[in-house]
């Protein structure tokens, strides 16, 4: 009778309907991280596509493009750090939610959610130099578009070409100008 009880529970085990059926917690964590890069990855081939739209587009045609939106990915991102705020990948979701120009309250939220849960995190460090970098890179932009700046060489404005001649921008500076 005991061998029959010990036979009926080894099969039980061995049928695929009767074991549970939990991923090990590196499997969840790589199938969000999976889910993230393929948000991104949408979201440049978006962008990817209207660039090139655009690039083909008559200037009337241009007009009535619209460029994608990146806040329409931001409930499915935000979905993403909701499930475990505290792992790499939120952090990377967060990161991702803050470079996309959100609304202040999302904002708000992220940075407050990346305090909370990541100030400790080696990665922080490498994220605010990023964040620096793209800030300072649109104040140089801006700037630049305010006084006028050259699109192709950027920091010739047209009082600097005024000022030094046209000539100026293709001849080099320097040790080399006496010879």
Not at 73 to 95: C, F, G, I, Q
Not at 104 to 131: N, Q, V, W, Y
């Amino acid at each position: 009778m005991a061998s029959w009880t010990s036979i009926a529970l080894i099969t039980l085990v061995g049928i695929p309907s009767f074991r549970p059926q939990e991923k090990p917690p590196a499997a969840v964590a790589s199938s969000r991280a999976e889910r993230l890069a393929a948000i991104q990855k949408e979201w440049d081939d978006a962008r990817k596509a209207f660039s090139k739209a655009y690039g083909e587009a008559t200037p009337a045609q241009r007009e009535k493009l619209a460029y994608p939106d990146g806040k329409t990915l931001m409930p499915r991102v935000w979905d993403l750090v909701h499930e475990d705020s505290r792992d790499a990948t939120a952090l990377d979701a967060l990161t991702w939610i803050v470079q996309m120009n959100p609304s202040r309250p999302e904002l708000a939220d992220a940075l407050t959610a990346i305090e909370m849960d990541h100030l400790k995190s080696p990665k922080l460090g490498e994220i605010c130099d990023r964040f620096e970098a793209a800030r300072a890179h649109r104040r140089r932009e801006s700037r630049s578009q305010r006084e006028g700046a050259s699109p192709v060489r950027p920091g010739f404005t047209p009082s600097r070409i005024r000022e030094h001649g046209e000539g100026d921008r293709a001849r080099p500076r320097g040790r080399l100008e006496g010879h």
